[in-house]
């Protein structure tokens, strides 16, 4: 049986922790097991990419595989090929297929379709390779104390959030999000955070005041306010300007507070430039961070039945 990651609940408590312990021991090995040796996979964008796409084609080709970057506009979904028959075909050919798109929903049926693994690489509602990859962050950084400390993400319900409100599920943290009332996390994602956390001991809080999800927080973290596809509306801009993670707002966490961001930031929206760059460090070990994460996925998704 193939193994797709689409969300997050695609893994149950058990993996999830099982890979971010397994990141911790790829990170530190020299060499990377060779399990995909042999293998072609495809990376199917149709969005652009900075992380995403380097980190799995280095993350690739380290496993002992070969990546192809496939861009939509080359592809003859372009001109109309139908979801179906692009997977099918590309079933044939590739061992697996990490895409990027617009639409949840395509990327589900482009699932149902295709006979070998697919792996989200971010749709309008999640990006579950992202925050694996950052609990692993948080992980490295808390150890096990990573239960007990409190993560505040603010600012847009987007993507990113949804995933995060699943992670605090699946891994059993206590998670604040603060957005404003419009713009809250997709109700579908919340509700599957809320059911793991009833298993996992996990808290999941919703808030429109910033102030509160980040009061004694450990973590505070931010993304884009208009995500890719996202059309840029000054009501919403409005809406979302007391959520700016900025010296203030942090003043309000505990001391020692670490700021996260996905990248890429829009310095000045989201996230003031002063702030940002006192946390550069720990930003771009986030960023870091993907590239040992999805090692330990593609593994695990390629040897695991
Ligand atoms: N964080 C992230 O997914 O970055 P890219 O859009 O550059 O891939
Ligand atoms: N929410 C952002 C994340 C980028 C990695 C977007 O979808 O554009």
């Given amino acids: 049986m193939k193994r797709d990651f689409i969300d997050l609940w695609n893994l149950d408590p058990e993996e999830s922790w099982y890979l971010v312990r397994r990141t911790e021991e ?21 969005k652009p990419s900075t992380r995403t796409r380097v980190s799995f084609e280095v993350a690739i080709s380290q496993l002992g595989g070969k990546a192809i970057f496939l861009q939509e506009k080359e592809l003859q979904l372009s001109r109309g090929e139908d979801v179906k028959d692009t ?10 297929v990490i895409i990027r798109t617009h639409s949840h929903t395509w990327l589900e049926e482009f699932t149902r379709w295709s006979d070998v693994p697919v792996i989200n690489a971010l749709t309008d509602k999640s990006h579950p390779c992202q925050v694996l990859s950052d609990v692993y962050t948080l992980y490295e950084r808390f ?13 847009d319900g987007n993507n990113v959030c949804n995933s995060w409100i699943v992670a605090a599920g699946l891994f059993g943290l206590n998670l604040f999000v603060a957005t404003p009332e419009d713009y809250g996390p997709d109700s579908y994602y919340l509700q599957a955070g809320l059911d793991l956390s009833s298993f996992t001991g996990g808290n999941i809080y919703l808030t429109t005041n910033p102030v509160e999800a980040v009061k004694d927080a450990d973590v505070i973290y931010t993304d884009v306010w208009f995500s890719m596809g996202d059309e840029r509306r000054e009501e919403k ?14 003043s309000r966490a505990k001391d020692s507070v670490l700021v996260m961001h996905c990248l890429p930031a829009k310095k ?36 695991r039945q």
């Fill in 26 to 46: 790829i990170k530190r090995e020299k060499d990377a097991p060779q399990v995909l040796r042999g293998k072609n996979l495809g990376l199917l964008f149709t």
């Fill in 87 to 96: 997977a099918r075909t590309l079933s044939r050919y590739l061992d697996g």
């Fill in 143 to 155: 150890g096990e104390g990573i239960k007990g400390i409190k993560i505040a993400f603010v600012g």
């Fill in 237 to 250: 801009l409005e809406a979302l300007k007391p959520f700016q993670v900025n010296g203030d707002l942090i």
């Fill in 268 to 303: 000045g929206e989201e996230i003031t430039e002063d702030v940002f760059e006192r946390f550069a460090e720990f930003i771009f070990t986030q960023a870091e961070n993907r590239l040992h994460t999805q090692k330990a996925l593609l593994e695990f998704l390629f040897t």
